[in-house]
Antibody
Framework: EVQVVESGGGLVQPGGSLRLSCAASGFTFTTYWMNWVRQAPGKGLEWVANINQDASARHFVDSVRGRFTISRDNAKNSVYLQMNSLRAEDTAVYYC???????????WGQGTLVMVSS | DTQMTQSPSTLSASVGDRVTITCRASQSISGELAWYQQKPGRAPKLLIYKASSLESGVPSRFSGGGSGTEFSLTISSLQPDDFATYYCQQYNTYPYTFGQGTKLEIK
């Protein structure tokens, strides 16, 4: 069974940093891209970033480029989202999700909540 | 960026009704469109990919169609479990973008 489990969310002050982790299981991790997608409270979905199988390609939405980085550890079947210079508008549930080679997001974790507030 | 516009934003319907949600892209997306269902407090669930392909395990009352810039999700006979919010997403060009969502409510 495909599973992705996020962790690392919490309350952080504006300008602070947070690192999200995502542990994957039930599939061959090294053959898939991985995604982060976020959802602000009561709002819609926003794609944030993704990373390819060997970390040679990464893509970001403009609003986080230069502040967020994405990485993966294939030995641990894990992907990470390092979030720096956090702003109130980054407050959201962050979902980790599997991405097929065609770009389709097919399996999602349950999400981890990030709150940026003083 | 490719803008995705869903309509309607809210849809009230009854069990047994046939409903259609539309999604318009601001440019051609080569059919690389997915539909997701999301219930409160839950992760999105993939229903349809490549505009019209039904994800494994999804009931056949769900169907997708369209091409170019106009797409649709149809539920042929609404069941109680179908009342949720639905999102379209294009995965043709970066940044991948979602529609604003359609909330399907019980009439």
């Amino acid at each position: 069974e495909v599973q992705v489990v996020e962790s690392g969310g919490g309350l952080v002050q504006p300008g602070g940093s947070l690192r999200l982790s995502c542990a994957a299981s039930g599939f061959t991790f090294t053959t898939y891209w991985m995604n982060w997608v976020r959802q602000a409270p009561g709002k819609g979905l926003e794609w944030v970033a993704n990373i390819n199988q060997d970390a040679s390609a990464r893509h970001f939405v403009d609003s986080v480029r230069g502040r967020f980085t994405i990485s993966r550890d294939n030995a641990k079947n894990s992907v990470y989202l390092q979030m720096n210079s956090l702003r109130a508008e980054d407050t959201a549930v962050y979902y980790c999700a599997r991405l097929t080679n065609s770009g389709l997001t097919d399996y999602w974790g349950q999400g981890t909540l990030v709150m940026v507030s003083s | 960026d490719t803008q995705m516009t869903q309509s309607p934003s809210t849809l009230s319907a009854s069990v047994g009704d046939r409903v259609t949600i539309t999604c318009r892209a601001s440019q051609s997306i080569s059919g690389e469109l997915a539909w997701y269902q999301q219930k409160p407090g839950r992760a999105p669930k993939l229903l349809i990919y490549k505009a019209s392909s039904l994800e494994s395990g999804v009931p056949s009352r769900f169907s997708g169609g369209g091409s170019g810039t106009e797409f649709s999700l149809t539920i042929s006979s609404l069941q109680p479990d179908d009342f949720a919010t639905y999102y379209c997403q294009q995965y043709n060009t970066y940044p991948y973008t979602f529609g604003q969502g359609t909330k399907l409510e019980i009439k």
